[in-house]
C-alpha cells in the first residue's frame, strides 16, 4: 500500500491579526445518463453560477460538513473522476480538485474531466466555479468557458488577490496528539492540528478521496466539538467562497 501524504497550504490574511480559518460522499446514486461523452469532451451546458447571492448570505446555509469540505482540494487516480468524489462535489462538501498525469494526457481530456467536475460544482448549494488545479510544470492551462482549471501559481496568485498569503506546509506531527478523538483517523488529527495552527486550505494529493473526506469530516466534527472556533472558520470559507466567486466573474 503506496504511503499517503496531506499537504497544507497554510494561508493567513495579509492584514488579520486574529488567526483565519471552510467533503465527503453523500452517497447519492448517479442516473447513467447525467453526462455524455463525444469525441472526448462532455456535452451538456453548464448551469450558470450563483452571483445573485452575497457571500456571508451564501456561507451562513452552508452545513458543518459543508464548512469543513470548503477547505479542502481532493485528488484522485484514473482518467474518470469517481461517483463518490462527484456526489461530494455536489452537495457542496469539496473546495476543489487537484490533478496528476494519471487522470488526464491531453487537454481534450482535460476540458472534459473539467467539464464534468464544474457539472456537479454547479448543482451544488454554492453553485461556483470548482478551482481545478494542474501541477506547475504541466505546461500553460488550457483557456475554456466556466472551466477554473489553474495552475499551482495561479492558485497562489488568486489567493494572494483576496488579501491572503501562503506559507510553507505545515508539520503537525503524530495522529494521536493533543487529546484529539482517534475516530478522527491519522489524516484528520493532521488536519485539525493544521487548522488550529492558522491552515486555511488543505491540499490532498495522494490520488485517494477518502483522504479528502477524512480531512472534511474531521474539521466539521472538530467545529462541532468547538475544538476549533466557528468564527474563524466562517471567515475562512467566506474567503474561499470569494475567491470560487471570481473564478466566475473571470472573463
Do not use: K, W
Not at 495579509?14 to 447525467?34: N, Y
Not at 492551462?141 to 472551466?147: E, K, L, N, V
Amino acid at each position: 500500500m503506496r504511503a499517503r501524504r496531506l499537504t497544507q497550504l497554510a494561508v493567513l490574511g495579509a492584514l488579520a491579526a486574529a488567526t483565519l480559518a471552510g467533503c465527503g460522499g453523500g452517497g447519492r446514486e448517479r442516473a447513467a445518463a447525467s453526462y455524455t461523452r463525444a469525441g472526448g469532451s462532455l456535452i451538456a451546458p453548464l448551469p450558470g453560477p450563483q452571483l445573485g447571492t452575497s457571500i456571508p448570505a451564501l456561507v451562513s446555509r452552508l452545513s458543518l460538513r459543508q464548512l469543513g469540505g470548503e477547505r479542502v482540494i481532493y485528488s484522485y487516480e484514473g482518467a474518470s473522476p469517481p461517483p463518490a468524489l462527484l456526489d461530494a462535489i455536489e452537495a457542496g462538501e469539496a473546495g476543489g480538485v487537484i490533478l496528476s498525469s494519471s487522470n488526464v494526457l491531453s487537454t481534450s481530456e482535460l476540458q472534459a474531466v473539467a467539464s464534468e467536475l464544474q457539472h456537479a460544482a454547479m448543482e451544488s448549494a454554492v453553485r461556483l466555479p470548482l478551482p481545478i488545479v494542474i501541477p506547475d510544470g504541466a505546461g500553460p492551462a488550457p483557456s475554456a468557458p466556466g472551466a477554473a482549471i489553474l495552475s499551482e501559481a495561479e492558485l497562489v496568485y488568486l489567493l494572494r488577490v483576496q488579501g491572503m498569503t501562503v506559507t510553507a506546509p505545515l508539520d503537525v506531527g503524530g495522529p494521536h496528539h493533543h487529546g484529539l478523538p482517534p475516530a478522527y483517523g491519522a489524516v484528520g488529527i493532521r488536519a485539525v492540528l493544521a487548522a488550529a495552527a492558522g491552515t486555511e486550505i488543505f491540499i490532498c494529493a495522494g490520488g485517494e478521496p477518502e483522504e479528502g473526506e477524512a480531512a472534511a469530516g474531521a474539521l466539521s466534527e472538530a467545529m462541532r466539538a468547538e475544538q476549533l472556533e466557528m468564527g474563524p472558520s466562517v471567515a475562512t470559507v467566506e474567503r474561499i467562497v470569494s475567491l470560487r466567486q471570481s473564478l466566475a466573474e473571470a472573463p
